[in-house]
């Protein structure tokens, strides 16, 4: 449980075989590649490799061809490495010329026998007529119109009698009237003008309609129904057209988003002159994977340094945690990622969290609930938040059994407790006489939890060698015997009535960690030989005086914050006990309220006392231990 072990690595190529090299990097699911940029700003005459892709025009053209398609590739595909370009552009351009053959030809049937039915429509409106159409339209000086208007303004049609045009009607339903009039050349804006404000519709009968309306209707269905199966024809012979070509075209695009992708990781290739290298990190287990990969390449030379071999190049992260504490990292990465050469902090979380959630959510059958719910959503809904869930679960239970809370019945484990030799329950939580006990017993918790993170901070100071920052400071040795020394005074008096603060141990354990607080600053420039006062001992006495009464304060405040775990407790058997309550009220439906109260206080203070607990992690023990500074480790592929 630790941060990975890491090799800083260099791999160097002839310029010209990179793409070669590159090939094979793509694939690389254990390298951390850092961009060529910040090794070029920092020398004179290298440069980023800026080579024309010259795959990315033929994959647009495949994915268009595609999309045109409306066909899948697919992903699975075997890749190959080498590709005539020019060839596969003269097959996607045969492809997608016969492809459009077949989609123009379905446009042009589907146009027809959108036509046809649109005559046929109004067809069958005047089927009853008995009229030639090629004699109808082929009048001289008569001009006739066919059409529709509302049946409320037929009766309108008597006002204008005297007007020089003849109607009659040819079909109606209960609001629409199918009419056809006819007037002369001289009178056929004014007729058309009278039955345009009578709201009249006129309809256009195609020129490709012959015959009586009865027999062009019979002529215009067998040409639909030939078209149909026609249309059906051109888009089976698409369908098996996609078929034939979609395991070419997948192959194809598959193979060039490899090598396209290949001049996407230019970023990441510094150029001098004739040759080309790509620098990174990699795990110091994985040293001999790389090799392998690159044994066959004569040109390609591998160097493998210590992880600080390179100045110019910060370590990434790579978090190392066993099954229990992985889930965690989710929570820790919310925050930050600790540097390469810090302690990770994850396995300490993962133990505090779960035993600060199980102490505020101490119920033996709503934590094991808690912990089938998230054993769901982890293995069936794939949530990380369902994997916490199944830990911090299991530790509600053991607290929950501790306290004898079942579904927040206080009294079902007393048995169990008798039975063990206990007259009543170790913890009886509602009793009024441990509420003092509980409140004391959070803040002491409190108090090993900001020793703890000290510690930790102290260690880390100690990884990367600041001596300072370990030795002076308010969370590093100095912090850790002031608030420790106060602290153990006070439990002294308090439990044994010692007489614990003389003048030696006043001096010893509060005056002097006081006093190298309020020194940090010069003390530590004292350790690098630098000025000790660079602003002057008035700025620096001034700016401290604050500085040292925030810190008495934040040391008080963070230790008060833990009373909340009491707080929870308390909370929690309350909400509980309202629930019992309401359950003798209630009578016969007291297993309704039984089952819905429980389900309420799981939802509502479940997570109210997870929140409460990562506040408790990231304010009062993170801030004491942990920057978050480190950079995650993000292989390519």
Request: include cysteine; hydrophobic fraction near 45%; glycine fraction near 6%.
């Amino acid at each position: 449980m630790a941060i990975e072990k890491l090799k800083e690595v260099n791999l160097i190529s002839d310029a010209d075989h990179i793409q070669n090299v590159l090939l094979k990097f793509k694939d690389l699911d254990y390298f951390h590649p850092e961009l060529a940029q910040r090794i070029v700003d920092r020398v004179s005459g290298l440069k980023t490799l800026n080579q024309t892709n010259p795959y990315s025009e033929t994959l647009a053209k495949i994915h268009e061809i595609c999309e045109s398609c409306q066909l899948q590739v697919d992903k699975n595909v075997h890749e190959i490495s080498r590709i005539d370009l020019e060839q596969v552009n003269e097959q996607l351009n045969e492809m997608n010329e016969e492809f459009q053959l077949y989609v123009n030809a379905r446009a042009d049937i589907q146009r027809i026998i959108n036509e046809d039915k649109l005559a046929l429509e109004q067809l069958l409106n005047v089927q009853d007529l008995d009229i030639n159409f090629d004699h109808l339209f082929q009048c001289t000086y008569l001009k006739l119109r066919i059409g529709k208007m509302p049946k409320k303004n037929l009766d309108c049609l008597n006002k204008y009698g005297s007007r020089p045009y003849l109607w009659i009607k040819l079909s109606e339903d209960d609001k629409t009237v199918w009419i056809l009039y006819m007037t002369t050349l001289l009178y056929e804006g004014e007729v058309d003008n009278i039955f345009s404000s009578l709201d009249f519709s006129r309809i256009r009968i195609p020129d490709f309609v012959h015959g009586k309306p009865a027999e062009a209707i019979e002529t215009i269905r067998e040409e639909i129904e030939s078209n149909t199966k026609m249309l059906a024809h051109v888009e089976e012979k698409m369908e098996k057209f996609k078929a034939e070509k979609r395991e070419q075209l997948s192959v194809y695009e598959v193979s060039l988003k490899g090598l396209s992708s290949t001049y996407e990781l230019q970023k990441y290739v510094v150029v001098y002159g004739q040759r080309a290298s790509i620098s990174g990190f990699i795990p110091e287990n994985k040293e001999e994977a790389l090799k392998e990969v690159f044994k066959d390449y004569d040109k390609v030379e591998i160097e493998i340094n210590d992880p600080y071999s390179d100045a110019r190049l910060v370590p990434p992260t790579k978090l190392k945690n066993n099954w229990f504490v992985r889930p965690f990292e989710m929570f820790v990465e919310m925050y930050g990622m600790p540097a390469y050469n810090e302690i990770d902090p994850t396995p300490f979380f993962a133990i505090t969290y779960c035993l600060l959630f199980g102490i505020m959510f101490a119920d033996l059958g709503q934590g094991l609930v808690v912990s089938l719910v998230g054993a769901f959503a982890y293995h069936k809904m794939k949530l990380k938040l369902g994997a916490i869930m199944e830990r911090i679960g299991i530790f509600s239970a053991i607290f929950g059994l501790m306290f004898g809370s079942v579904f927040g019945n206080e009294e079902i484990l007393n048995p169990m407790f008798h039975a063990l030799g206990f007259e009543e329950k170790p913890f009886e939580v509602l009793a009024p006489d441990f509420t003092m006990t509980l409140i004391i017993g959070a803040i002491v918790i409190g108090a090993i939890l900001i020793l703890c993170s000290m510690g930790l901070n102290m260690a880390n100071h100690i990884h990367k060698k600041d001596w300072g920052g370990m030795l002076f400071s308010q969370n590093g040795l100095a912090g850790f015997v002031l608030y420790g020394g106060l602290l153990g005074g006070i439990a002294g008096m308090m439990l044994a009535g010692w007489q614990i603060f003389t003048p030696v141990y006043i001096l010893l354990i509060i005056v002097i960690p006081v006093l190298v607080i309020f020194m940090q600053e010069p003390l530590e420039r004292a350790l690098t030989h630098e000025k000790l006062f660079p602003e002057g001992i008035g700025s620096f006495l001034m700016t401290n005086v604050f500085e040292l009464l925030e810190i008495a304060l934040t040391f008080l405040s963070n230790t008060m914050s833990y009373m909340r775990v009491g707080g929870f407790v308390l909370s929690h058997a309350g909400m509980m006990l309202v629930v019992s309550v309401l359950m003798e009220i209630t009578g016969g439906a007291a297993p309704i309220v039984c089952i819905f109260g429980n389900i309420f206080v799981m939802a509502l203070e479940g997570m109210i006392v997870g929140i409460q607990v990562l506040r408790l992690e990231f304010y009062e023990m993170f801030s004491r231990y942990f920057s978050g500074n480190g950079i995650a480790f993000k292989a390519i592929n």
